[in-house]
């Protein structure tokens, strides 16, 4: 076997979950990308999900390139787009490698390979960097899969599985590829359509939250990049391609506070002007209150916090290891700070009823976050929490774990009672928002604007948003103006650049 040629393919996969406030580029295939270039495969990183692009044009560009080897990505609500893909590759050459990745390929291999192994050849577990090269090199040798860790596979009628690979020591070696990307494709909306990068400083979450694939997929761990390094791959992505805008994918990017802190000081000095926008714990914002004026100075200008629960029970449930009121203080730092808030909550549990979703969001006003979302939980069927779950489960069609579609039916409602319930709730809690708008900084208030257009024009909650803009008396007579004057706004400025396609905020 001679394999020259790699396609690493996003599967058309939409849900209205991650792409309202922009085009977010596949991160991890731009390390797989450098590290494949490094051991001299020619790789194409096709990002057709956020290309819009549908089968036709998949077909096209895939006979286009003619890769050896077609390589995806298997979140669990992508997989039957992911698996379609790889078929769609084995139908124009029988003889083109597939290989899945990702947490759902990681973690429910043995029913991929059970159920697909026609058209699925492996399944790369944790990281792919390393162990997707030795795999290419090892069939172009002519050796055994069976000898790469980090695999799993079919063989004579039942599923292999090699032995856990180790993970990638130093992430300041991995080369990158980022002159693969297709940049102008990737903007974030709520800032006037800046460049956008994702990227990332750590790897890991040493959390046990029980209805999270993280904390399981890194196995409890954490590892990071130097400093100097990330703050070097900024700059690169600054001067060589015009990112303005770039989002941590780190589950934790502040667990070392000495290694955090040395990040904010290089961007200072080096005047990166890159704005970040980052997720991470409460327990992090807390003990970092006494330099939240360095975190706004360094760029960092919207940061989410999981607050996920009102009540502690549901907290303790979700081995979320904070008190409720934590996280009230935790996002009153980050106002105070005049950096961007966010939160969401996770509904639709089995004991939900309109009456505690009703809780649910005089707490979120009471937390007072410039954005709450209101998530239906998502049954991952390799999470802790599935097992207490799994008599509630409404469906396994998996294109609905999307964190919108209920897919767990409470005791005492009708799916549709529950999806009906978390859209009014984001209505009530964003009516409070604008009902209270000049409250805001003025940099709050124009960024909360955008906002307002990007629900009411490009997310799967334009209807209650719309009926919020029919209650606009409620709201104090300039904000109903300014409200107005953002309807609209963007609309022929996004027809023009992009798909009108239906978004949903990024949770």
């Known amino acids: 076997m001679s394999i020259k040629r790699v396609a690493l393919v996003t599967p058309p996969y939409h849900s209205g979950v991650v792409e309202s406030a922009g085009t977010w580029l596949n991160v991890g295939f731009v ?30 560009r895939l006979r286009a390139f003619a890769p050896d080897v077609v390589a995806t990505t298997s979140f669990t609500a992508s997989i039957a787009h992911a698996l379609e893909l790889t078929a769609l590759a084995k139908k124009i050459n029988p003889q083109v490698v597939t290989v899945h990745g990702n947490v759902h390929a990681t973690f429910c291999y043995d029913d991929i390979l059970k159920a697909e192994h026609n058209t699925v050849d492996f399944v790369v577990r944790g990281e792919g960097e390393v162990t997707l090269v030795k795999l290419l090199d090892c069939l172009n040798a002519g050796g055994d899969p069976a ?25 300041d070696s991995l080369p990158m590829a980022w002159d693969l990307v297709e940049w102008p494709i990737y903007r974030y909306r709520a800032k006037n359509n800046a460049r956008l990068a994702i990227v990332s400083s750590s790897r890991g979450c040493m959390e ?5 694939s993280q904390q399981l ?24 391609y015009g990112v303005e805008v770039a989002m941590l994918s780190d589950e934790i990017p502040t667990f070392d506070r000495e290694r955090w802190v040395r990040i904010l000081d290089l961007m200072i000095e080096r005047k990166v002007g890159v704005k970040l926008l980052m997720e991470t714990r409460v327990d992090d914002i807390l003990r970092d209150a006494d330099i939240m004026d360095k975190y706004r100075e360094a760029g960092v200008e919207h940061i989410y916090v999981g607050v996920e629960a009102g009540d502690q029970e549901t907290l303790d449930l979700f081995n979320k290891n904070t008190k409720v009121e934590q996280s009230k203080a935790a996002i009153d730092i980050i106002n105070n700070a005049d950096i961007v808030s966010e ?13 505690s979703i009703a809780k649910t969001i ?38 609905k774990y999307n964190l919108v579609e209920p897919v767990i039916k409470p005791k005492n409602m009708t799916l549709e009672e529950l999806e009906r319930e978390l859209g009014r709730a984001s209505q009530k809690f964003f009516m409070h928002k604008f009902q209270n708008l000049r409250e805001l900084s003025p940099w709050k208030q ?23 803009m029919k209650q606009g008396g409620q ?33």
């Open 475 to 507: 709201m104090p007579p300039e904000v109903q103006a300014l409200v107005r004057s953002v309807k609209g706004m963007q609309r022929g400025q996004d027809e023009a650049q992009s798909h009108p396609h239906t978004f949903a905020p990024i949770p």
């Open 208 to 212: 046990k939250c029980s209805f999270c």
């Open 147 to 171: 000898t790469v860790p980090g695999l799993s596979f079919w063989r004579d009628g039942a599923v292999v599985a090699t032995p856990k690979a180790a993970p990638i020591a130093d992430l």
């Open 31 to 60: 390390y797989i990308a450098g590290s494949l270039r490094a051991a001299g495969y020619e790789v194409d990183y096709y990002d057709a999900m956020s290309l819009w692009h549908k089968w036709p044009e998949i077909e096209e």
């Open 362 to 399: 005089e707490l979120a006003k009471h937390y007072n976050p410039d954005m709450a979302f209101f998530l239906a939980i998502a049954p991952w069927p390799y999470a802790e929490l599935y097992p207490e779950l799994e008599q509630y489960v409404a469906t396994t069609d998996f294109r």
């Open 217 to 240: 997929f890194w196995e409890r761990s954490w590892r990071a990049r130097s400093a100097e390094n990330f703050v070097a791959e900024l700059e690169l992505l600054r001067d060589s």
């Open 343 to 355: 939160t969401s909550f996770v509904l639709g549990m089995p004991d939900d009823t309109p009456e």
């Open 446 to 468: 124009e960024f909360m604007l955008a906002v307002f257009d990007i629900l009411i024009n490009n997310s799967y909650l334009a209807g209650q948003m719309r009926a919020m």
